[in-house]
Each structure stands twice: as C-alpha cells, then as structure tokens.
C-alpha cells in the first residue's frame, strides 16, 4: 500500500515537473529571440505533434511530404472553394511543423488546435478575436463555439478549410489596398504568421507601403515552394489571374 502511494506520488511529481517545464518554456520563449538559445530547446521535438502521426522513420521535410499527399485532395478542393495557391495551404502547414515545433504537452495550456496551429481562441480564459472567428463573423464560414471550433480544427480537413478561408480573407483585404496575394506565397504566410484580420487592415490601412516583404515564416516557405509543388501541384491559372 505505502509503494503503491509512493508510485502515484512520485507520478504526480514526473507530471508536475512536465508541466512546470512546458510553461517555463513558453515563458522563456516569449519574452526572447527565437534565435536565441535558451535551456529549454531541448523541449521542442524535430516536428510538431499534430504531425505526429506521419511516419516516424522519416526526416521532418519528408513527413510534412507525406501529410501533403495524405490530404492533396483537399489542399486542391480548398484551392478551387477558396480561390487561393494549393502551395500556401500545403506550405504553411509545413512551416509550422517544422519551425515552430510544439510537443503533445503543449495542448495542456495551448490556444491552437491541427495542422497550422490555428488558434481557436485569443485569450488563455477567454474566447477573444482570434483570426479563425473573425473569418465566421465575415460570413467566410459558419458560426461555432470555442470547443466546436477546437474539434473542427483538430481534424486534417478542418484545418485545411480554416486556413484556405484565411487566406481568401487577408487576400480580399489586400486588394481592397492594392495588392494581389492569392497567390502570392511568401505573403500570405507572412500575413498567417503575423496578424489578424484586423490588425492586418490597420497595417495596410496606417501604413500602406509601396512592397510588401515577407518576414522570416513567409522567406521559409518562398524558400519551400518548389518541394511543395512536386507534391501537390502547381495552382489553377483562374486563381493566380485574380
């Protein structure tokens, strides 16, 4: 009985520590550079576990290829409804796989769900404005809870919608300015990576520079695009001739 006690204390314990660290983590990585190492890089696994039912054996790149061609339907199906580059949907999947690594114990205290790590909520305590409701509330799709929102996302073709209905929405708010990027990859991973609907309309709107430059997750995937096109194809004409 005492050994039995001491086990469940000593797992209690393991548990703790897992979670402590994971915040710590996040906390350190908050507050600094991504390209500053700091003690707890050896948290982040090669790839992020929402890939992690693709083929372990496999280098990260490779497994992001093989998700790809598990779900290139619906990369090109989203393609066509959202009317935006197959390439950026698949790429930006890739990215955040890859160069934003997250472990399974990051889903405890986490606000995104699935591939892309949408977020389904803004807030720790509290729904907010993340960029998948404003996407709703513009009518881009249906209207769901926060846990119905979580769920959808978990699932491949879930996200997938999200992101191309994303898309399609910081593509409108662009040509509203004066650009096109339905098929402009390196921006609309830049525009992913860094704002919501209405912080991207106040940028546009305050700033309106001449050239748009992607930052460092939308140069990765320009980086990325001809891996990505082997796999799942070049985009229709009709949607790159918006």
């Not at 709703?136 to 997938?160: F, H, M």
């Given at each position: 009985m005492i050994h039995l006690t001491r086990r469940k204390i000593a797992a209690a314990l393991?548990?703790?520590?897992?979670?402590?660290?994971?915040?710590?983590?996040?906390?350190?990585?908050?507050?600094?550079?991504a390209d500053v190492p700091t003690i707890f890089d050896g948290i982040r696994p090669q790839i992020s576990y929402e890939l992690s039912d693709t083929p372990g054996q496999l280098a990260p790149r490779e497994r992001a290829a093989w998700w790809m061609k598990k779900n290139k339907g619906s990369i090109i199906a989203a393609e066509k409804r959202w009317r935006?580059?197959?390439?950026?949907?698949?790429?930006?999947?890739?990215?955040?796989?890859?160069?934003n690594p997250e472990p399974l114990a990051s889903l405890i205290l986490s606000r995104f769900a699935g591939p892309g790590k949408l977020h389904y909520k803004a807030q720790r305590?509290?729904?907010?404005e993340p960029v998948t409701k404003e996407v709703e509330d513009l009518?881009?799709?249906?209207?769901?809870?926060?846990?119905?929102?979580?769920?959808?996302l978990e699932t491949d073709s879930?996200?997938?919608?999200y992101i191309g209905a994303i898309f399609r929405a910081f593509s409108d708010?662009?040509?509203?300015?004066g650009y096109s990027l339905s098929c402009n990859v390196p921006m609309l991973g830049t525009?992913?990576?860094?704002?919501?609907?209405?912080?991207?309309?106040?940028?546009?709107?305050?700033?309106?520079?001449r050239t748009l430059r992607p930052n460092r997750?939308?140069?990765?995937?320009?980086?990325?695009?001809?891996?990505?096109?082997?796999?799942?194809?070049?985009?229709?004409?009709?949607?790159?001739?918006q």
């Amino acid at each position: 009985m005492i050994h039995l006690t001491r086990r469940k204390i000593a797992a209690a314990l393991t548990a703790a520590c897992a979670v402590a660290a994971w915040i710590a983590f996040n906390f350190v990585n908050t507050v600094s550079s991504a390209d500053v190492p700091t003690i707890f890089d050896g948290i982040r696994p090669q790839i992020s576990y929402e890939l992690s039912d693709t083929p372990g054996q496999l280098a990260p790149r490779e497994r992001a290829a093989w998700w790809m061609k598990k779900n290139k339907g619906s990369i090109i199906a989203a393609e066509k409804r959202w009317r935006v580059d197959r390439r950026a949907i698949a790429d930006v999947v890739m990215y955040e796989a890859i160069q934003n690594p997250e472990p399974l114990a990051s889903l405890i205290l986490s606000r995104f769900a699935g591939p892309g790590k949408l977020h389904y909520k803004a807030q720790r305590f509290g729904e907010g404005e993340p960029v998948t409701k404003e996407v709703e509330d513009l009518g881009y799709l249906p209207r769901r809870s926060v846990g119905a929102r979580k769920v959808y996302l978990e699932t491949d073709s879930g996200s997938i919608e999200y992101i191309g209905a994303i898309f399609r929405a910081f593509s409108d708010l662009g040509g509203h300015h004066g650009y096109s990027l339905s098929c402009n990859v390196p921006m609309l991973g830049t525009f992913y990576s860094s704002w919501t609907l209405s912080e991207a309309r106040s940028f546009l709107t305050r700033s309106h520079p001449r050239t748009l430059r992607p930052n460092r997750a939308g140069t990765w995937m320009e980086q990325q695009i001809l891996f990505v096109q082997r796999i799942v194809g070049t985009p229709s004409r009709s949607v790159c001739a918006q």
